[in-house]
């Protein structure tokens, strides 16, 4: 069973940056996709920025130019890094991987940007 763990989540002002962590128990390089998704209150979860095993990314539009999605191999590990949050991001933020046989899902972590 591969475990996803995320970190990094918080409290944060209107235009400050946080960075997520997402630890994967074990092999990370089994996933050809890693991803973030975020949930916020009354709303359906939705995918905030994808990364394809040959280093391809895909972002939602609200987050382009301010969110960055990188996976480091070697420790098995996918981050976000998030630039100028707006009020609108708080949510809690999913780790995602599929290997296209097999999807876990980590257990979320809670950003909350004030105005």
């Known amino acids: 069973q591969v475990q996803l763990v995320e970190s990094g989540g918080g409290l944060v002002q209107a235009g400050g940056s946080l960075r997520l962590s997402c630890a994967v128990s074990r092999g990370i390089f089994r996933f050809n996709v890693m991803a973030w998704y975020r949930q916020a209150p009354g709303k359906q979860r939705e995918l905030v920025a994808a990364?394809?095993?040959?280093?391809?990314?895909n972002y939602a539009d609200p987050v382009k130019g301010r969110f960055t999605i990188s996976r480091d191999n070697a420790k098995n590990t996918v981050y976000l890094q998030m630039n100028s949050l707006k009020p609108e991001d708080t949510a809690v933020y999913y780790c995602y991987a599929d290997s296209a046989s097999t999807r876990y899902w980590g257990q979320g972590t809670q950003v909350t940007v004030s105005s």
């Open positions: 990364i394809i095993s040959g280093g391809s990314t």
